[in-house]
């Protein structure tokens, strides 16, 4: 099983249409996934086209449920022409009250995520962390084998980074396997403007030790969220095509093996609309 988590504890950084354009590549190369949606806006959860999920995620994180993932993953409603269809651990209204109820845990809360995914087969599972470094993200760092950083070109990218990656690092510090290990920071919505150019030339000197590749802006990423269609299933859609050959290349890059801090960065070659 290989396990990421997608985070940033910054909002609005694109981290779920990160996670679903990797959904959707891996359902292009039939490879089962399944998504946890931890953020409690669960944009992730309807992209996949579940509105009113019957079960959800908050079920594994308020009591401790060994093999629990299992038991409240469902089939997302993407179009079986698209591949292999994804399946989700939705979020439900309830996950945004689930974490103060974590906290008063005398015994810590922080592995209960961790404990759910103990015995669980899927080839490839995928954490949407929310925007914080609550103990919705914690759980996640103590579940996952990998993290994938997720930013924008921006004038606090550097520093959000830098945050993220210290909180990865105390759970490292923590975990008996060392793990999360940092899979790469995906620079996202990466634009034509000399800002964009300017900082991501900066996240490029300051992580040249971390893969850094890129997702370029384009609205057709955007599009396939709102229709909760995967964006290999646009079709002739203008940057649909170039939008998932970018995805195909940054899922290859997770599959491929175990990266650390002294992977180098790949020269980016997709061009964008």
Excluded at 47 to 60: A, F, H, Q, R, T
Excluded at 120 to 141: E, F, Q
Excluded at 145 to 150: A, I, N, S
Excluded at 222 to 237: N, T
Aim: hydrophobic share 40%; glycine share 8%.
């Amino acid at each position: 099983m290989v396990s990421i988590a997608i985070v940033n504890q910054k909002g609005g950084v694109g981290k779920t249409s990160v996670t679903l354009g990797l959904a959707s590549s891996a359902a292009k190369k039939n490879l089962e996934t399944l998504i946890v949606d931890l953020d409690p806006q669960g944009n992730a959860t309807t992209g996949l086209g579940i509105y009113e999920p019957s079960k959800g995620v908050v079920n594994v994180l308020e009591d401790e449920f060994f093999g629990g993932i299992n038991e409240v993953a469902e089939r997302s409603n993407w179009p079986s022409d698209c591949g292999q269809i994804p399946y989700i651990a939705a979020s439900t209204p309830n996950l945004s009250v689930c974490e103060p109820r974590l906290a008063t845990d005398p015994l810590g809360a922080q592995n209960r995520l961790s404990i759910s995914f103990e015995n669980s087969n899927w080839p490839l599972l995928i954490v949407d962390c929310p925007p914080s470094l609550g103990l919705l993200t914690v759980n996640a760092l103590f579940a996952v084998d990998m993290t994938l950083v997720v930013t924008e070109p921006g004038a606090w990218s550097v520093d959000g980074v830098a945050r993220m990656i210290q909180t990865i690092e105390k759970i490292r510090a923590r975990r008996i396997d060392s793990k999360p290990n940092i899979a790469g920071i995906a620079v996202n919505r990466l634009g034509r403007t000399r800002d964009d150019s300017y900082w991501n030339a900066k996240l490029e000197e300051v992580y040249s030790d971390f893969p850094l590749p890129k997702i370029h802006l384009r609205t057709a990423i955007a599009e396939a969220s709102a229709q909760s269609l995967p964006i290999h299933g646009l079709g002739k859609r203008s940057g649909a095509g170039e939008a998932a050959a970018e995805f195909d290349q940054l899922l290859t890059l997770l599959l491929e093996g175990d990266y650390s801090e002294n992977n180098s960065d790949e020269e980016d070659s997709v061009g964008y609309l």
